[in-house]
């Protein structure tokens, strides 16, 4: 199956199923979670500012591809 057929089917099930949007909506939801409380940790900060939260988005959105490609 060809990328853009392959990618086509994805979509249009997060579009149509509610569980399957659902699922993949908590799995994003979950990577900026995880991902702000290291962040808390590693820098000891009690309160961020958007450049801490833009890191933290780029932090997430790599730990979000890397559970969907199962490279963790």
Same mark, same amino acid.
């Given at each position: 199956?060809?990328?853009? $057929?392959?990618?086509?089917? &994805? *979509?249009?099930?997060?579009? @149509?199923? &509610?569980? /399957?949007?659902?699922?993949?909506?908590?799995?994003?939801?979950?990577? *900026?979670? #995880?991902? /702000?409380?290291?962040?808390?940790?590693?820098?000891? $900060?009690?309160?961020? @500012?958007?450049? #801490?939260?833009?890191?933290?988005?780029?932090?997430?959105?790599?730990?979000?591809?890397?559970?969907?490609? #199962?490279?963790?």
């Amino acid at each position: 199956m060809k990328l853009g $057929k392959a990618s086509e089917v &994805v *979509f249009n099930e997060i579009k @149509n199923d &509610v569980e /399957y949007r659902r699922t993949w909506s908590a799995n994003i939801a979950m990577a *900026f979670k #995880d991902n /702000y409380s290291q962040y808390k940790k590693e820098t000891g $900060k009690k309160t961020l @500012n958007s450049e #801490d939260i833009h890191i933290i988005s780029n932090r997430a959105s790599e730990h979000f591809l890397n559970l969907l490609c #199962d490279e963790l």
